[in-house]
């Protein structure tokens, strides 16, 4: 018999404990909802407040890599380069970025010091890998924007030079589990 997420309906495996979709804690008795075709028992929900509903889902944060970390973030802003459909928890999103700026700090020190031969050659070298970075730091954007319940298409505010605040202020805010437009992918990054 299928196992349904009581909150979004969706078809899960047997042996999940929260809903790769939209986050939801399955309980034992939880798993073993109504065929997919029915929508979830709404009875349940209406009996807890609201306001206790919302902060049993919202309680936890999402992270794609488990643990957030420098170099378990990074690798996953690596993993996840050039696919915006997708979710990108908040410390993913900010450890990574520091590990892609440290990289890229790195990569610029030791291109500034190469010798006068090589300068110009170096220098399309860095040119290259700063447009990468940039490129791989729009996805990252997009995805955490997501994330965050608003839609990647947001990241255009940037391009007005005011508006990239504006891009800070969502990048900042806590993950949304009611947005369930795109998945929340749990990667085994070690």
Not at 26 to 48: I, M
Not at 59 to 87: E, V
Not at 162 to 180: K, M, Q, R
Request: glycine letters at 8%; hydrophobic letters at 40%; one cysteine or more.
């Amino acid at each position: 018999m299928s196992k349904f997420c009581p909150n979004c309906d969706k078809k899960l495996a047997a042996d999940v404990r929260f809903c790769p979709n939209c986050g939801h804690e399955l309980t034992p008795a939880a798993g073993a909802a109504a065929p997919h075709s029915a929508r979830p028992d709404q009875s349940a929900q209406s009996s807890a407040s609201p306001k206790t509903a919302f902060a049993t889902i919202t309680a936890r944060a999402y992270n794609g890599s488990g643990k957030p970390g420098l170099i378990s973030s990074t690798r996953l802003w690596l993993k996840t380069a050039f696919h915006a459909d997708q979710c990108m928890g908040r410390a993913d999103y900010w450890w990574g970025y520091l590990g892609l700026s440290l990289i890229e700090f790195v990569f610029t020190c030791f291109c500034g010091s190469v010798p006068a031969g090589l300068y110009s050659t170096m220098m399309i070298i860095l040119s290259v890998c700063i447009i990468f970075f940039a490129v791989i730091n729009i996805f990252a954007t997009v995805q955490r924007l997501h994330d965050a319940g608003h839609s990647g298409y947001n990241w255009l505010w940037c391009l007005t030079g005011i508006g990239a605040v504006y891009v800070l202020i969502l990048s900042v805010l806590p993950t949304d589990w009611s947005y369930t437009k795109f998945p929340r992918n749990h990667y085994q990054i070690k």
